[in-house]
């Protein structure tokens, strides 16, 4: 296996097998200003590179000239679509070296085990690539288009937004109900924070006075129809309030039915907070230190300092903040 390499002082590559992967990857090299040797056995694909100023050359990269060829490459990436081809690629390398820095591709869980035990330092596997970019572009999609949803629902509001937590809220509820009013006052939304029962556990209350967090107890207040629309974060109750919810924004499904217009749960989030960090980032807003500090001290509590349940979510929206 490679030691001490430092891939970012990296100039000299081969890239065995150059499809459409091999190819895609061997382009952006060159684009870095990085040294390509490309091995590809098709003559026409090679001639073809070749036109292209790149540095091919024909090879059947399953035989040991291959390895020979790249003898001096710093790092091989071994690309190509045939699997088996692959593993005797990586195979003859680490006959002759076991310093390079050697990328392979697999097609599945299994192959990526044999390709790692025959010496690869990093397996890749296009299929999982492509299918954790979809993914990735659908989430962002779907944030884009709730955002603009909740967006529309909270405008439509003429007099006040109730924001509404847990009973008794806890960090990420208060977090949570603290992001959407300053995603509400963003707008050009008045709001009240709206909590029931007490915040009753004495971290709870240090929480909320050194963040200044402005809470209003559900008995206190006088007139209630000032609130036109009304949004339950980190799961909240309306029996008690009487009224009926338009947003619900949680990573819990909740134990009340609601049919408010707008819904957001995310059981594959591990707080709330998480969930509010996403829309902050997406109304490109800049929020106040506190709201910042609150939405960190809601994940992290969530996820006992990213010990329980934290997900790459919580992560990323840890490190925004």
Known sequence: ????VTISSISDYAILGCGSVGYAVAEELVEQGKDVLIIDRDESRV?????????????????PEAADLVADRDVVLILASD???????????????DTQFVVARASDPVSGDELEELGADIVINPSSVIAESAL??????????????LAQL???????????TQDSPD??????????????????????????????HQENRAFVNLLGIDLVQWGEIEDYSVYDTVSLVDHATSDEMDLSVDVLIDHHEPES??????????????????????????????????????LLYGIRAETLDFKRDTTPADLTAAAYL
């Open 1 to 4: 296996m490679s030691t001490g």
């Open 136 to 149: 990735r572009a659908l989430e962002s999609g779907e944030l884009e288009y709730n955002a603009g949803k």
């Open 154 to 164: 909270l405008e439509e509001t003429s007099d006040r937004l109730a924001i509404v």
């Open 83 to 97: 699997v088996e081809s692959n593993k005797q690629a990586v195979e003859h390398i680490r006959e002759i070296d």
């Open 257 to 294: 039915e609601f049919e408010p217009e707008f819904v957001d749960i995310r059981p594959n989030m591990s707080s709330t907070s998480t969930i509010m960090t996403k829309y902050i980032q997406e109304f490109d807003m800049n929020v106040s230190e506190e709201v910042a500090t609150a």
């Open 171 to 200: 960090p990420d509820s208060i977090a949570s109900a603290a992001a959407l009013q300053a995603i509400a006052d963003h707008l050009g939304v008045e709001s009240d924070i709206i909590y029931l029962g007490d915040v009753g």
């Open 47 to 63: 001639e073809s590179l070749r036109d292209q100023d790149l540095d091919a050359r024909t090879a059947d990269i399953k035989e």
